[in-house]
């Protein structure tokens, strides 16, 4: 079985996740990109492509200005929002790697693969900056719920 995409200039090479988003949101801007199912009182959110590739633009402005070329940025975001996709896009429209980082790991654990990878900025909510200042992150911040 071949499978054909639309032709590439040879130095783009093939076409990435981010360029796929980028692409529907342009042709459906107003429909729904992320839809957050409700659960324990947490109302239903949606997101629609218009939107998502809006505040992903915001992250990948930041990560332009914290890292110097592709390099690892860390993700502490809960997998039941919609942040999370806001945040691996802005990453990757920047040719940077992510590591995530799930809100229910330990401070210590948290503390290691922050170590570890080294990033150079940590996008992250509110509560991820508290639990990653705990667990001894001192790096940049970007946070998705406001200013850092």
């Given at each position: 079985?071949?499978?054909?995409?639309?032709?590439q200039?040879?130095?783009?090479?093939?076409?990435?996740?981010?360029h796929?988003?980028?692409?529907?949101?342009?042709?459906?801007?107003?429909?729904?990109?992320?839809?957050?199912?409700?659960?324990?009182?947490?109302?239903?959110?949606?997101?629609?492509?218009?939107?998502?590739?809006?505040?992903?633009?915001?992250?990948?402005?930041?990560?332009q200005?914290?890292?110097?070329r592709?390099?690892?940025?860390?993700?502490?975001?809960?997998?039941?929002?919609?942040?999370?996709?806001?945040?691996?896009?802005?990453?990757?429209?920047?040719?940077?790697?992510?590591?995530?980082?799930?809100?229910?790991?330990?401070?210590?654990?948290?503390?290691?693969?922050?170590?570890?990878?080294?990033?150079?900025?940590?996008?992250?909510?509110?509560?991820?900056?508290?639990?990653?200042?705990?667990?001894?992150?001192?790096?940049?911040?970007q946070?998705?719920?406001?200013?850092?």
């Open positions: 079985m071949t499978v054909s995409h639309a032709p200039p040879a130095d783009l090479g093939p076409p990435l996740l981010h796929f988003f980028e692409q529907s949101a342009r042709r459906w801007p107003d429909a729904i990109a992320v839809d957050v199912p409700p659960s324990g009182g947490r109302p239903r959110r949606t997101v629609t492509y218009g939107d998502l590739h809006r505040r992903s633009s915001a992250v990948a402005r930041a990560v200005r914290a890292v110097r592709p390099g690892i940025v860390a993700i502490l975001l809960s997998r039941t929002t919609e942040d999370l996709y806001l945040a691996q896009l802005g990453v990757l429209r920047t040719g940077s790697a992510y590591v995530c980082l799930d809100p229910s790991f330990p401070d210590e654990q948290l503390g290691h693969i922050l170590g570890d990878a080294a990033p150079a900025l940590l996008v992250t909510d509110r509560a991820g900056q508290q639990r990653a200042a705990r667990a001894g992150y001192t790096g940049a911040v946070l998705v719920d406001g200013p850092a």
